[in-house]
């Protein structure tokens, strides 16, 4: 158990929705980093928050959000879903000088 | 721009077998090299850090080792549990980003 928790672990909904995908990192862990994960392709990097404040963006779409609040939960925002979006979602968190642990991610259907 | 590169994409073996996955990067300075091993529907799990050329680390079965410009995750004498997804990724000096490879699929045959 790596202690990062993602919910829910799977997400089945239709085209044009909007869904919110939620991730508690390891307990003391200040970063969190989101990925996408689609069957031919690799771990895509999407956002990475710090202590609440964005510090990086990858392949992120604009109808993707994300936050990281407070207490140093997050939530990925993903509207306007199309077929092309069902993916694995992870999210993953680390302190300084240490690896990214992962979450068992968030299986994402739009039909 | 960095790149992290692995080989080959999918890997059989017979239990014994012993073999290595390589994983080439291209970074223009390396903080870290990390193994991960993925089972099928679940998250990354951390194998193994590298830091610096020279560097290697064992787990069981399997050993890490580290160039300046690969990594090697030897398997020796692997059994079916060993089967899974292993992932390599660079952290680069210069940020905290971290650069995945597409993976090695390792199926291990009794």
């Known amino acids: 158990d790596s202690g990062v928790t993602q919910t829910p672990k799977h997400l089945i909904t239709a085209t044009g929705q909007r869904v919110t995908l939620r991730c508690s990192p390891r307990?003391?862990?200040?970063?969190v980093y989101w990925y996408q994960q689609s069957l031919d392709q690799g771990l895509q990097f999407l956002i990475h928050?710090?202590?609440?404040?964005?510090?990086a963006k990858g392949n992120i779409l604009e109808r993707f959000s994300a936050q990281q609040f407070p207490d140093l939960h997050s939530e990925l925002n993903l509207s306007s879903l199309e077929l092309g979006d069902s993916a694995l979602y992870f999210c993953?968190?680390?302190?300084?000088?240490?690896?990214?642990?992962f979450g068992n991610g968030t299986r994402l259907t739009v039909t | 721009e960095d790149q992290v590169t692995q080989s080959p994409e999918a890997l059989r073996l017979q239990e014994g077998e012993s073999s290595s996955l390589n994983c080439s990067y291209t970074?223009?300075?390396?903080?870290?090299l990390f193994w991960y091993r993925q089972d099928p529907g679940k998250g990354p799990e951390f194998l193994f850090t590298?830091?610096?050329a020279g560097e290697e680390k064992e787990k069981e079965r399997l050993k890490a080792t580290l160039t300046k410009k690969e990594s090697f995750l030897h398997i020796t004498a692997p059994k079916p549990e060993d089967s899974a997804t292993y992932l390599c990724?660079?952290?680069?000096?210069?940020?905290?980003?971290?650069?995945f490879g597409t993976g090695t699929s390792l199926t291990v045959i009794p």
């Open positions: 590298l830091y610096s």
């Open positions: 993953a968190s680390r302190t300084s000088n240490s690896p990214l642990h």
């Open positions: 990724a660079v952290q680069a000096d210069t940020g905290n980003q971290f650069y």
């Open positions: 928050y710090y202590n609440g404040e964005e510090r």
């Open positions: 970074v223009s300075g390396l903080r870290g």
């Open positions: 307990s003391g862990d200040l970063s």
